[in-house]
């Protein structure tokens, strides 16, 4: 809430009583509109009530018909009745397509339950007229089976009159209704005096009903007359007056003066003609008082229509006079705010402490502003005393940076000195330590290359002792190869005595050729074996040259490996030289290996002291150039304090100035 502007908070302020119109000026309308939208479906819905009421008035005079023409044996009505059955479907006919309509359009949920009962009630009266037409029913069933048809439809009425919420609606329609009743039991009674008048005697059952048909008329009349105007009541005493009530006026005297003897001396068509007549007169009196209803419904839905455009104009003429009171009100709080932040900003803009704000008025607004005007002379005063005070800093902060800086300089100078010793210093350590450190690895390398001289002294005779077996193994090597020569010179010799075998065994074998040809059939067997000895002798040649040729091969490498063999009794006979004067070369580095490493360990020990002398000095240099470093920071850090007050001083002069004083 702290964060919301002024005009939200306006608008918050007023955004309840606003909401409240509102809801009101809805709820005026919305009623309006319910009001409208009741009587326009009960001027729809006076529809269904004409037709109900125009099915029940020919249901009423097919009942008396009915009554009389079962009563008579089919004596009388017997012409008039299927014209009145007609009259009777067309009507309930008429009334379906209404309910169809209406469903369609939305019909009341009651109304549609009773106007349901009522097309169930009425699934029966074909059979009823069968039943009837056959003259097997009563009289009195088949009258009570209309008399309880014609209820349902009248029970249709109410839920018709229940739509409505308008008193004058309710009356008219209360009045119709009562109407219909004493209609009904006027139709009632013509049904009962029918057979009466048939039989020209009245039982006392029957006398009892005509007495109470004619006291409900009365009841219901009475009701009707209270609820009616003028001019439906004025229609009806017109009809009142006429003949056909005058004759059933009598006709009922006549009744009564004669219930105990009957003999009325009146025929059933003359009452149900002249009652007929009279209930038609109440028919006219029904269809004006409809129209009357309709007519007045579609009245009052009018001006109920306009009504809710009239309610609904003035609601929104009301809002927007609320909207602009309430903006006006909110641009007379707001605006006067809005002028001094205005002004406070651009004081603030320009600095400008010699502007004061305009003050209108005696309300809270105008205390405001001259409590910020009391507020800019106490700054401006402020103001001027703190530019006075930063000329005189500004004068000071200056000397104190010069003087600051001179002693940091010189600081800086001295631990730039101290800083160079302390690494020179760091710098010999670090070297001498190197050189210690290299001596001591001098040290381990003299002693390992003393232990390897030993080592390969030793290697060296071992060396020089296999090189003599070696030389032995090659000159026995080579005595072998000698005799292995000499071995395939004899191998030589038996190779050429096999050749010459073979030679003389082929010239054997083509003299035997030859004289098994002499000797025909007989030597031909000796000619086939003849042939493979040549050919044996043959194979014997080849591979007798070829082992020649291979033992050629082998005296020819044995020769290279003769040679070869002194050569290497010669090389071996070298190397076993060289041996003997590496070992010799061997003894002498071993003797000066030991030489060296003695004099390498008193140089690491002699470095040692040196470096652990160098690393006293220098800590001792460390501990001036730390010192000396403490007070270049302390110098430095008074020099920077020295200038961030100079420029402190000149930022307050700077701010100062930015004022108009």
Do not use: C
């Not at 009159?161 to 009904?184: D, P, V």
């Not at 007045?296 to 927007?320: D, E, K, P, V, Y």
């Not at 030679?503 to 031909?524: C, K, S």
């Not at 040692?608 to 460390?622: L, N, T, W």
């Amino acid at each position: 809430m702290k964060n919301l502007r002024i005009a939200a908070k306006i608008a918050l302020l007023l955004l309840i009583p606003l909401l409240s119109v509102i809801g009101y000026t809805l709820q005026n309308v919305r009623h309006a509109h319910a009001e409208w939208q009741s009587l326009a479906s009960t001027e729809s819905l006076m529809d269904v009530a004409i037709a109900l009421g125009d099915l029940t008035h020919n249901l009423q005079i097919e009942r008396g018909a009915t009554a009389g023409f079962v009563q008579s044996k089919g004596a009388k009505f017997a012409t008039d009745l299927p014209t009145y059955r007609a009259n009777t479907d067309k009507q309930l006919q008429a009334l379906q397509a209404l309910f169809a309509q209406a469903q369609q359009q939305g019909m009341p949920d009651k109304l549609q339950l009773t106007l349901q009962a009522t097309f169930k009630a009425l699934q029966q009266l074909p059979e009823t007229r069968a039943a009837a037409s056959g003259l097997t029913i009563p009289a009195p069933e088949a009258a009570a089976y209309f008399t309880r048809s014609i209820a349902t439809l009248l029970d249709n009425i109410p839920a018709i009159t229940e739509q409505t919420g308008n008193l004058t609606l309710i009356k008219r329609m209360t009045g119709y209704l009562a109407f219909l009743q004493a209609k009904e039991r006027t139709g009632q009674e013509r049904a009962l005096m029918v057979p009466v008048f048939t039989a020209d005697a009245i039982e006392a059952g029957q006398y009892r009903d005509f007495i109470g048909h004619m006291a409900a008329q009365q009841a219901y009349l009475s009701t009707f007359k209270g609820y009616m105007g003028d001019d439906i009541l004025a229609l009806y005493q017109a009809n009142n007056s006429n003949t056909a009530t005058q004759s059933v006026e009598a006709m009922r005297k006549s009744v009564i003066d004669n219930v105990a003897t009957g003999q009325f001396g009146i025929e059933p068509t003359e009452w149900f003609k002249a009652i007929t007549q009279k209930i038609n007169d109440m028919r006219s009196v029904e269809a004006m008082l409809t129209q009357q209803i309709k007519t007045t419904a579609s009245t009052l839905a009018q001006q109920a229509q306009r009504a809710m455009w009239l309610n609904g104009a003035l609601s929104l003429l009301l809002l927007l006079a609320m909207l602009g009171l309430a903006g006006w009100m909110a641009a007379s709080i707001i605006n006067p705010i809005n002028a001094l932040r205005d002004s406070m900003v651009e004081i603030e803009r320009n600095k400008d402490l010699t502007r004061q704000l305009a003050v209108n008025g005696k309300d809270e607004v105008a205390h405001v502003a001259e409590a910020f005007n009391r507020l800019i002379s106490s700054v401006r005063q402020s103001v001027a005393n703190a530019s006075n005070s930063a000329h005189q800093v500004l004068g000071l902060a200056a000397t104190l940076a010069s003087t600051s800086l001179q002693v940091a300089g010189n600081a800086g100078r001295q631990s730039e000195a101290a800083s160079a010793m302390a690494s020179a210093v760091e710098e010999m350590t670090v070297s001498i330590d190197q050189v210690a450190d290299h001596s001591g690895e001098a040290r381990d390398f003299s002693s390992s290359n003393q232990h390897l001289a030993t080592r390969g002294g030793e290697v060296i005779l071992s060396v020089v002792q296999d090189m003599h077996s070696i030389a032995d193994t090659v000159h026995q090597s080579s005595q072998i190869i000698t005799d292995l020569g000499q071995q395939s010179d004899k191998i030589v010799s038996i190779v050429l005595a096999i050749k010459e075998i073979a030679d003389q065994t082929n010239l054997l074998a083509l003299n035997a050729a030859i004289e098994a040809a002499r000797a025909g059939e007989q030597g031909r067997g000796f000619s086939v074996v003849a042939d493979e000895v040549r050919k044996l002798a043959e194979r014997t040649a080849v591979a007798t040259q070829q082992i020649n040729s291979m033992i050629h091969n082998i005296q020819s490498g044995t020769r290279d490996a003769v040679a070869s063999m002194q050569v290497g009794v010669e090389r071996v006979n070298q190397g076993v030289s060289l041996a003997n004067q590496a070992g010799d070369a061997i003894r002498e580095i071993q003797s000066g290996a030991q030489q060296i490493g003695t004099a390498v360990s008193d140089i690491s020990a002699a470095l040692k002291e040196q470096s652990i002398a160098s690393a006293d000095i220098s800590r001792h240099v460390e501990q001036v150039a730390q010192m000396t470093d403490e007070n270049n920071a302390a110098a430095n850090s008074n020099a920077s304090t020295a200038r961030q007050l100079e420029q402190l001083a000149a930022d307050l002069q700077r701010a100062v100035e930015q004022f108009r004083t």
